[in-house]
Every structure is written in structure tokens, then in C-alpha cells.
């Protein structure tokens, strides 16, 4: 089964960066999504970050609206990583975020459905303080 491993989390100031990484292992389709939910206590989940590879290498991209600027996320498909660059961190990003993969997403609302999700990591905590 496929198995997902989040890293790169910590405690930064409000306006720093951090980050994030998530390294698939026993993976092997060449088109899928992966990407990023966060969740805090008494929240839903809620999609952060997506990207959603096809056959042929063509990539897009899913941002929250709240991210949108200045988050980034990356796949490189032969390493079957994703990567999460958070820059202007901000207090309300402070949460456990979750790596995840499903097998195909056609647009942002299936990317950032959770249920949809077969794989998911144990989560990466980032705590910001103002």
C-alpha cells in the first residue's frame, strides 16, 4: 500500500517560511494529485495545496484562496515527492497539515475533496506566532 511521510514542519514568526515535504513510497501511477490539507481542532479538513500530474508530465495546480501568493507546491514525479513552500506565514496558518494522494483529480473541487483521498500521511505540525 502506498505510504506517505510528511516533513519539514516547525514554529516560525509571523512573516516567515517553511518548507514542507512528503515522500510517497510503494507508488507507482503516473497520473494522479498530491498535495496538502491542513486541519486544526474544532475545523474540517480543508485542502491547502494540490497538484494534479497527467500522463505526459502536464502539471496544474490548486491553491486555497487563503494561500494563493504565497504558498507553492511542487511534484516531481520521479522522486514521487511533493513539496509545500510556505512564505508570509501568518497565525492562521498554524496547524497539522496532511499529505494525501488520490488517483485523479479533473479540478479544484475534487482535489481539495477529502474523502476522495485513498493515502494519507501522520501530518507535520506548523505553529505560527504573531
Known amino acids: 500500500q502506498v505510504h506517505l511521510e510528511e516533513s519539514g514542519g516547525g514554529s516560525v514568526q509571523a512573516g516567515g517560511s517553511l518548507r514542507l515535504s512528503c515522500v510517497a513510497s510503494e507508488f507507482t501511477l503516473e497520473s494522479y494529485c498530491m498535495g496538502w490539507f491542513r486541519h486544526v481542532p474544532g475545523k474540517e479538513r480543508e485542502g491547502v495545496a494540490v497538484v494534479r500530474r497527467v500522463r505526459g508530465g502536464e502539471y496544474y495546480s490548486y491553491y486555497a484562496d487563503s494561500v494563493k501568493g504565497r504558498f507553492t507546491v511542487s511534484l516531481d514525479n520521479r522522486k514521487k515527492t511533493t513539496r509545500l513552500l510556505m512564505n508570509s506565514l501568518e497565525p492562521e496558518d498554524t496547524a497539522t497539515y496532511y499529505c494525501?494522494?488520490?488517483?485523479?483529480?479533473?479540478?479544484?473541487?475534487?482535489?481539495?475533496?477529502?474523502?476522495?483521498?485513498?493515502?494519507w500521511g501522520q501530518g507535520t505540525q506548523v505553529a505560527v506566532s504573531s
Open positions: 494525501a494522494v488520490r488517483d485523479f483529480c479533473m479540478n479544484q473541487l475534487h482535489a481539495f475533496g477529502t474523502s476522495g483521498y485513498s493515502a
